[in-house]
């Protein structure tokens, strides 16, 4: 199961238009929220790999936070039941 706090779009655009305005008024505060919290949030893309990753070679344990799931992006694809990168 993959848990992030925030997911910062790239190059995407959400049908639903409370979504979108949301990310409108987010957007200046993005750099802050992400230098705060590090840890909270993601991009599409890195969870879009994560997500991939965990399909194809397994989680090394349950995915439950950003930190599990960067592990799992990051994990070289040499080592089975691993990530992807």
């Known amino acids: 199961m993959f848990r992030p706090g ?4 790239q190059g995407i655009k959400s049908k639903t238009k409370l979504v979108r305005i949301s990310y409108m008024v987010m957007e200046p505060l993005l750099p802050l929220v992400r230098a705060a919290f590090p840890k909270y949030v993601t991009t599409t893309e890195r ?3 994560a997500m991939l990753a965990a399909a194809k070679r397994g ?4 995915v439950g936070c ?11 694809p040499s ?4 990530g992807l990168e």
């Open 79 to 82: 080592e089975p039941g691993r």
């Open 59 to 62: 989680a090394p344990k349950r």
């Open 47 to 49: 969870m879009g790999r």
């Open 66 to 76: 950003l930190t599990a799931l960067g592990m799992v992006a990051r994990t070289p």
């Open 6 to 9: 925030l997911i910062e779009p």
